[in-house]
């Protein structure tokens, strides 16, 4: 019912920046909140950065102060820009959104993932 698009990945040196899109379409109310995640290889998935509908924002330690999240809601779409760039940044970046799915007989909320992007940062 949601699929989510990413782009934006790609080769950049150490230091750079890059930015990310998430674009969420199909059949849905709305869109709560929106986030990115990302998995290193042979690690686990960690939560990157999150933003509510409102705008409020939430930040891994180890990405404060290089990287932004922002949204734009009319287009149900949210981005990263990532500055400042290390190579232990380096991983697939995952969008995830969690959506209102409204039907006749009910309604309900339910997060959705993206593909991933890869992001792979050279030193």
């Known amino acids: 019912q949601v699929q989510l698009v990413e782009s934006g990945g790609g080769l950049v040196q150490a230091g750079g920046s890059l930015r990310l899109s998430c674009a969420a379409s199909?059949?849905?109310?709305?869109?709560?909140?929106m986030g990115w995640y990302r998995q290193a290889p042979g690690k686990q998935r960690e939560l990157v950065a999150t933003?509510?509908?409102?705008?409020?924002?939430n930040y891994a330690d180890s990405v404060k102060g290089r990287f932004t999240i922002s949204r734009d809601n009319a287009k149900n779409t949210v981005y990263l820009q990532m500055n400042s760039l290390k190579p232990e940044d380096t991983a697939v970046y995952y969008c995830n959104a969690n959506a209102l799915i409204v039907l006749t007989t009910r309604s309900y909320s339910m997060d959705y993932w993206g593909e991933g992007t890869l992001v792979t940062v050279s030193s």
């Open positions: 199909g059949t849905f109310f709305g869109i709560n909140a």
């Open positions: 933003i509510t509908r409102g705008g409020n924002t």
